[in-house]
């Protein structure tokens, strides 16, 4: 009686479980039809294969400004440390180990997050066959904008064998940069204009760049007696390294005198370090012509003469003598000349005037 009960509620279990399984969402798949069929997954695995054991470098010379670290390994530092603008060139040889020759080899050396960004240079591009050996060089400079502190340099070999299999080696340097203490540099100074007319104002740009490990004060001094300038800002902080207040820049006017055509120099001087050191710059500015001509003068007058006087009157006398003031240009040679002419016709008026005066006075000589 009691398994006859069971099998009743077995029975209805199994009439009622479709029902709540499609009011749950559920439904059975409908059958695959020929448009229906799925496309077959695509194969994506690399049929070419990476070798990291077939190129090794035999020997690494790292010359830093011309001093050479001879023989060194993967993970050492470079003993001799660089400085802003250094030249670095690594001389790397590399071996084949493989079994066939291996093509479009490429030496990269990449210096990491060294100034605003990474710096990298490449070798030219060879070819080893199996067993054989090549010396390339690869150079890098230095940026002028640079933080004292050790950089990571990686060492990047990259070529294909005849397979197109790839064939790579990768090496990790640790690089030095030092900084002096105290070091600044006039990196620009320029004149807009470089040439003018006289009393026309010139603009004179000035860029400073705190090469030094250490923030300074800048006293900044703008000179040229010649032209009469004489300009000074004090007080100018100055950080280091990529600092944004690491530069300093500005342009300065000039007021130009009305000056003679020629060359005139104007010195800049930055002092720093506490007054202790100093760098400067010249630039030089040309005035080529003016609007007003520069005036001298010579005076002639006429001394009144002596009664009776018989001596001869020389020119330095006339010269001495005149009143008359003519004013001539130095830069228009015909105006010069009408100039001088003028002079010359004035003083022998002059000349026969006065000797006209002392025939006149000249005593009669009276007859017996």
Avoid at 249 to 276: Q, V
Wanted: charged residues 25%.
């Amino acid at each position: 009686m009691v398994n006859n009960k069971l099998i009743s509620i077995f029975l209805t279990i199994l009439l009622l479980l479709p029902i709540f399984t499609i009011a749950d969402g559920w439904a059975p798949e409908p059958p695959i039809t020929d448009d229906d069929t799925p496309a077959p997954a695509q194969n994506t695995t690399n049929p070419y294969s990476t070798y990291t054991n077939t190129l090794e470098i035999t020997n690494l010379n790292v010359i830093v400004d011309r001093n050479t670290v001879q023989d060194v390994k993967n993970g050492e530092s470079i003993s001799q440390s660089a400085e802003e603008e250094s030249n670095i060139e690594f001389d790397i040889s590399v071996k084949n180990l493989y079994t066939d020759e291996i093509r479009s080899i490429e030496a990269t050396v990449t210096i990491n997050n060294i100034g605003d960004d990474d710096i990298d240079e490449d070798s030219e591009s060879f070819t080893l066959s199996s067993g054989n050996s090549k010396t390339v060089d690869v150079d890098l400079d230095i940026p002028l904008i640079v933080d004292e502190k050790d950089y990571t340099v990686k060492i990047h070999l990259e070529g294909r064998d005849s397979s197109n299999n790839l064939h790579i080696l990768d090496w990790q340097l640790k690089l030095s940069v030092d900084k002096e203490n105290h070091k600044l540099k006039i990196t620009k100074a320029s004149l807009t204009p470089s040439s003018v007319s006289c009393s026309s104002p010139a603009n004179l740009e000035i860029t400073l760049l705190n090469l030094g490990s250490k923030d300074e004060e800048i006293k900044l001094e703008i000179t040229s007696d010649t032209l009469g300038i004489n300009l000074r800002e004090d007080n100018i902080e100055m950080g280091t390294g990529t600092d944004n207040d690491a530069e300093y820049e500005r342009t300065f006017t000039l007021s130009i005198p009305a000056i003679e055509r020629g060359s005139y120099p104007i010195k800049i001087k930055a002092a720093y370090n506490d007054g202790k050191d100093s760098t400067t710059k010249e630039v030089y500015l040309n005035i080529d012509s003016c609007n007003k001509a520069i005036q001298k003068s010579t005076s002639l007058a006429l001394k009144s003469l002596p009664p009776n006087a018989k001596e001869t009157i020389s020119l330095s006398q006339i010269t001495a003598a005149s009143e008359t003031t003519i004013s001539y240009s130095y830069k228009e040679p015909l105006a010069l000349f009408l100039t001088i002419m003028l002079i010359i016709v004035l003083g022998l008026l002059i000349f026969l005037f006065g000797a006209i005066i002392i025939i006149l006075n000249k005593p009669k000589r009276t007859r017996k």
